[in-house]
Nanobody, 118 residues
Framework: QVQLVESGGDLVQPGGSLRLSCAAS????????MGWYRQAPGKQRELVAT???????TYADSVKGRFTISRDNAKNTVYLQMDSLKPEDTAVYYC????????????WGQGTQVTVSS
């Protein structure tokens, strides 16, 4: 069992930056693919970024060049650095941990609100 706790969400002006953190409990954190997803009001949850145990990353096209995902396996923590924020980045951001088989090992945090507004 893995428990995920996100933090760092806030209200920020367009063009600003935020760093989200996701702390994971339990062991073998390093074996999990970690990801950030987001869900805006009235929209489906969408993938933002993922990072594999070896450090390879993927990003949604909408955040490439602005967001950076990273992980610290020693601290059981994954981060999302968000720069050049836009109003359309406003959403609840969720942390995810998964590994094979995904139907057994797929965990979500409670979410943290990010609001980009002037």
């Amino acid at each position: 069992q893995v428990q995920l706790v996100e933090s760092g969400g806030d209200l920020v002006q367009p063009g600003g930056s935020l760093r989200l953190s996701c702390a994971a409990s339990g062991n073998i954190f390093s074996r999990y693919v970690m990801g950030w997803y987001r869900q805006a009001p009235g929209k489906q949850r969408e993938l933002v970024a993922t990072i594999a145990s070896g450090g390879s990353t993927t990003y949604a096209d909408s955040v490439k060049g602005r967001f950076t995902i990273s992980r610290d396996n020693a601290k059981n923590t994954v981060y999302l650095q968000m720069d050049s924020l836009k109003p359309e980045d406003t959403a609840v951001y969720y942390c995810n941990a998964r590994r094979s088989p995904v139907y057994l090992y797929n965990y979500w945090g409670q979410g943290t609100q990010v609001t980009v507004s002037s």
